[in-house]
T-cell receptor, first 113, second 112 residues
Framework: DAEITQSPRHKITETGRQVTLACHQTWNHNNMFWYRQDLGHGLRLIHYSYGVQDTNKGEVSDGYSVSRSNTEDLPLTLESAASSQTSVYFC????????????FGPGTRLLVL | QKEVEQNSGPLSVPEGAIASLNCTYSDRVSQSFFWYRQYSGKSPELIMSIYSNGDKEDGRFTAQLNKASQYVSLLIRDSQPSDSATYLCAVIFAGGSEKLVFGKGTKLTVNP
């Protein structure tokens, strides 16, 4: 069955370290999205991609980067982790029309000490 | 700025009752509307999508859309304790390039 996976599921890191969160989907979807979810803020869009070599900034992109070298993967990199980036991170994908559902991965819990 | 507003709750209903969840959005020409359910510690999962004015029913769930009033709701009939979760309203705004804008969610508790 097609799915979307994230790794690691839990991560503890230190301030200033570079961290990469993986997202892999087997839906063959063109669109992929990264969100963070925090109490009081709901889900906020970090970066998104509409296809290979395409990346775009979302609402809260500062301190994050993505690259899209193939259809299946959209890794999220925290260039220099900050305590404010402690959050739950969700990856999602969709098929490419305005009426397509976004399917979410299981999430990664990141703690920055 | 594109915004989606939900009553944060918590909303508490007895088992078997109708739960009514409401959502308003800021752009009258928005096209696509979604309700996601999120259990504690889990990822959001789609319950309903609705694109045109009126009601859309799927089992115990009914989504209602009124574009003139910029209002979308989710009704859960015969509520069960397993429906206890946070419900997220999400909108794709016109010109929003398939990006979902989420409300902050309403926490629902169904009491046995």
């Amino acid at each position: 069955d097609a799915e979307i996976t994230q790794s690691p599921r839990h991560k503890i890191t230190e301030t200033g370290r570079q961290v990469t969160l993986a997202c892999h989907q087997t839906w063959n979807h063109n669109n992929m999205f990264w969100y963070r979810q925090d109490l009081g803020h709901g889900l906020r869009l970090i970066h998104y991609s509409y296809g290979v070599q395409d990346t775009n900034k979302g609402e809260v992109s500062d301190g994050y980067s993505v690259s899209r070298s193939n259809t299946e993967d959209l890794p999220l990199t925290l260039e220099s982790a900050a305590s404010s980036q402690t959050s739950v991170y969700f990856c999602a994908s969709s098929g490419g029309t305005s009426q397509e559902t976004q399917y979410f991965g299981p999430g990664t819990r990141l703690l920055v000490l | 700025q594109k915004e989606v507003e939900q009553n944060s709750g918590p909303l508490s209903v007895p088992e078997g009752a109708i739960a009514s969840l409401n959502c308003t959005y800021s752009d009258r020409v928005s096209q696509s509307f979604f309700w996601y359910r999120q259990y504690s510690g889990k990822s959001p999962e789609l319950i309903m999508s609705i694109y045109s004015n009126g009601d859309k029913e799927d089992g115990r769930f009914t989504a209602q859309l009124n574009k003139a009033s910029q209002y979308v709701s989710l009704l859960i009939r015969d509520s069960q304790p397993s429906d206890s979760a946070t419900y997220l309203c999400a909108v794709i705004f016109a010109g929003g390039s398939e990006k979902l804008v989420f409300g902050k969610g309403t926490k629902l508790t169904v009491n046995p």
